[in-house]
């Protein structure tokens, strides 16, 4: 028999707010990946896993043109960052709720800063067994422009990955989307 | 409830022969990647999963060196591609053997040529949920000149891909060395 350990099997899963719609919808490649994962790996038997759901928040650079800069003080800064973080609360929530119906024990959070530094670094930190990300699937040329947080975390992370495209279906017009 | 459809999952596995001990015997990476299949993903979950078996036999240039090749004849070569053949299927037999002891459903196959190519032209034709590759986990220097079977398939494959590293303690003292 191969060691089958009775500790579940952990699944950390990187997951982003959609580009068009914005929060709290999740990127078409992260319901993708999740849909994938649940599918394929977990199937019926939802006690052997374990899934983690990271949220990595990018910080806005552009916060300052969101408010009448007159009046910005640091008590505005610190509701704009509670409002994001509720945004990415209510991200979360989504996936979180997939799993409760169907019966996968699961945790989730948030961070903040670079996403491909932050799934590296958390990988590191929480050693799950596995780590899954979607990807949007762009042709070379795209890549180059849009980043390539996959790419980097196939290449660093220190535990296998998988690599979810999405399906050529589900793509939105123009690639760079969402 | 996620689209959990009756058909097993199909995880196709790249194997290959040690390259120290040679025939019949496989590949630390090749059995690290099927432990780690079978103990993290499959887990008791047989039944819902089935194991392919691809084992790519590089055609040997030095084939000429290992006969006498005054008595070299066409009856030699046919010979010898046979018995060739019967250590591929010996090796296949070492992962057979585990997947029944296992109760894991499971196929092997052999094909001559090019592994990184024919991985992904079988990929193309069978079509699996995921390819799990093995990977002698080598530094950047060393990637150059031993190859890099497991990026080209995780490059190109058209289907997920996993590769697992082999763990630090099961590295032989010339990583080049399997």
């Not at 982003?16 to 990127?27: L, T």
């Not at 990271?54 to 800069?69: I, K, R, T």
Request: glycine letters at 4%; a negative charge.
């Amino acid at each position: 028999m191969a060691s089958q350990s009775s500790e579940p099997t952990r699944i950390m899963m990187a997951v982003n707010e959609s580009s068009i719609k914005g929060y709290p919808h999740a990127s078409i490649s992260s319901r993708t990946a999740f849909e994938w994962t649940v599918a394929k790996l977990v199937r019926s038997n939802a006690a052997g896993f374990r899934l983690l759901f990271l949220h990595v928040q990018v910080p806005d650079e552009d916060a300052f043109e969101d408010m009448d800069s007159i009046y910005a003080s640091p008590e505005d800064f610190h509701n704009m960052n509670e409002k994001d973080r509720i945004r990415g609360l209510h991200l979360l929530e989504y996936f979180v709720k997939r799993c409760h119906q169907n019966e996968i024990p699961c945790e989730a959070w948030i961070k903040k800063g670079d996403p491909k530094e932050l799934i590296c670094s958390e990988v590191k930190r929480v050693k799950p067994d596995l780590l899954v990300v979607g990807s949007r699937g762009l042709g070379p040329f795209q890549r180059v422009f849009v980043g390539t947080v996959s790419e980097f975390c196939a290449k660093h992370a220190e535990c296998p990955v998988i690599t979810i495209k999405r399906k050529p279906a589900d793509a939105p017009p123009d690639p760079i989307d969402d």
